[in-house]
Protein backbone atom coordinates (compact mmCIF):
# COMPACT_ATOMS: atom_id res chain seq x y z
CA UNK A 1 0.00 0.00 0.00
CA UNK A 2 1.28 3.47 -0.97
CA UNK A 3 0.01 6.51 0.55
CA UNK A 4 0.20 9.83 -1.22
CA UNK A 5 0.16 13.40 0.52
CA UNK A 6 0.11 16.48 -2.25
CA UNK A 7 1.12 19.80 -0.93
CA UNK A 8 1.81 23.20 -2.50
CA UNK A 9 -1.50 24.55 -3.88
CA UNK A 10 -2.74 27.64 -3.43
CA UNK A 11 -4.03 31.16 -4.80
CA UNK A 12 -1.10 32.84 -7.72
CA UNK A 13 -2.22 35.46 -9.82
CA UNK A 14 -1.91 34.87 -13.65
CA UNK A 15 1.16 34.67 -14.85
CA UNK A 16 2.72 32.96 -11.84
CA UNK A 17 4.48 29.98 -10.44
CA UNK A 18 3.99 27.33 -7.99
CA UNK A 19 5.32 23.95 -6.99
CA UNK A 20 3.46 21.47 -6.37
CA UNK A 21 5.25 18.04 -3.43
CA UNK A 22 3.78 14.79 -3.62
CA UNK A 23 5.58 12.87 -0.85
CA UNK A 24 4.95 9.18 -0.94
CA UNK A 25 5.07 6.22 1.90
CA UNK A 26 6.67 3.05 1.30
CA UNK A 27 10.22 1.87 0.50
CA UNK A 28 9.33 1.17 -3.44
CA UNK A 29 8.70 4.54 -4.31
CA UNK A 30 11.70 4.10 -7.40
CA UNK A 31 9.50 1.36 -8.45
CA UNK A 32 6.57 3.70 -9.08
CA UNK A 33 5.56 5.29 -12.22
CA UNK A 34 4.40 8.89 -11.05
CA UNK A 35 1.66 11.02 -12.65
CA UNK A 36 0.09 14.24 -11.99
CA UNK A 37 -3.48 14.56 -12.98
CA UNK A 38 -6.07 17.85 -12.54
CA UNK A 39 -9.59 18.00 -12.32
CA UNK A 40 -11.44 21.17 -12.62
CA UNK A 41 -15.18 22.08 -11.39
CA UNK A 42 -17.23 20.37 -13.79
CA UNK A 43 -14.71 18.74 -15.60
CA UNK A 44 -13.43 15.52 -16.17
CA UNK A 45 -10.10 14.63 -14.84
CA UNK A 46 -7.30 15.27 -17.25
CA UNK A 47 -3.52 14.18 -17.46
CA UNK A 48 -1.15 16.26 -17.11
CA UNK A 49 2.62 14.15 -16.50
CA UNK A 50 4.16 11.27 -15.93
CA UNK A 51 7.55 10.08 -14.61
CA UNK A 52 9.42 6.95 -14.25
CA UNK A 53 12.51 6.14 -16.60
CA UNK A 54 11.77 9.07 -18.77
CA UNK A 55 8.87 11.87 -18.97
CA UNK A 56 5.69 12.90 -20.44
CA UNK A 57 3.73 15.59 -20.87
CA UNK A 58 0.08 16.46 -21.63
CA UNK A 59 0.44 18.65 -25.12
CA UNK A 60 -1.70 21.54 -24.11
CA UNK A 61 1.49 21.95 -21.02
CA UNK A 62 3.78 23.38 -24.01
CA UNK A 63 6.63 23.37 -21.72
CA UNK A 64 5.00 25.79 -18.87
CA UNK A 65 5.17 22.46 -16.56
CA UNK A 66 8.00 20.79 -15.01
CA UNK A 67 7.75 16.99 -13.66
CA UNK A 68 10.35 15.76 -11.75
CA UNK A 69 11.03 12.86 -8.56
CA UNK A 70 13.98 12.88 -5.89
CA UNK A 71 13.62 8.93 -5.11
CA UNK A 72 15.80 9.36 -1.96
CA UNK A 73 13.20 11.96 -0.71
CA UNK A 74 10.14 9.70 -1.93
CA UNK A 75 8.40 12.66 -3.65
CA UNK A 76 7.48 14.13 -6.96
CA UNK A 77 6.98 17.22 -8.29
CA UNK A 78 5.32 19.78 -10.30
CA UNK A 79 6.82 22.99 -11.40
CA UNK A 80 4.25 25.07 -13.25
CA UNK A 81 5.42 28.49 -14.50
CA UNK A 82 3.21 31.14 -16.47
CA UNK A 83 -0.01 29.95 -14.60
CA UNK A 84 -3.43 30.73 -16.49
CA UNK A 85 -6.88 31.00 -14.99
CA UNK A 86 -7.86 27.47 -17.32
CA UNK A 87 -4.89 25.91 -14.99
CA UNK A 88 -7.17 26.59 -12.17
CA UNK A 89 -8.23 23.17 -10.26
CA UNK A 90 -7.48 20.48 -7.87
CA UNK A 91 -3.94 18.69 -8.80
CA UNK A 92 -3.87 15.00 -7.62
CA UNK A 93 -0.79 12.54 -8.16
CA UNK A 94 -0.87 9.10 -8.62
CA UNK A 95 1.41 5.74 -7.87
CA UNK A 96 1.39 3.48 -10.95
CA UNK A 97 2.81 0.05 -10.76
CA UNK A 98 4.72 -1.60 -13.51
CA UNK A 99 2.88 -3.38 -15.99
CA UNK A 100 3.04 -4.47 -19.55
CA UNK A 101 0.43 -2.25 -21.61
CA UNK A 102 -0.42 -0.02 -19.26
CA UNK A 103 -0.65 3.60 -20.18
CA UNK A 104 0.71 6.50 -19.20
CA UNK A 105 -2.39 9.19 -19.24
CA UNK A 106 -5.33 7.11 -17.88
CA UNK A 107 -6.58 7.43 -14.88
CA UNK A 108 -7.32 4.22 -14.73
CA UNK A 109 -4.04 2.77 -15.10
CA UNK A 110 -3.09 3.66 -11.76
CA UNK A 111 -3.04 2.30 -8.58
CA UNK A 112 -2.53 4.63 -5.82
CA UNK A 113 -4.40 8.71 -5.51
CA UNK A 114 -3.42 11.56 -3.18
CA UNK A 115 -6.45 13.79 -1.75
CA UNK A 116 -5.42 16.31 -3.57
CA UNK A 117 -4.05 19.74 -3.60
CA UNK A 118 -5.66 23.22 -4.89
CA UNK A 119 -4.52 25.79 -7.52
CA UNK A 120 -6.51 29.14 -8.28
CA UNK A 121 -4.95 31.35 -10.85
CA UNK A 122 -6.52 34.16 -10.54
CA UNK A 123 -6.54 36.43 -13.71
Known amino acids: QVQLVESGGGLVQAGGSLRLSCVASGRTFSSYGMGWFRQAPGKEREFVAH?????YYADWVKARFTISRDNAKNAVYLQMNSLKPEDTATYYCAAQTFKLGRGISNGDDYDYWGQGTQVTVSS
Open 51 to 55: IRWTV
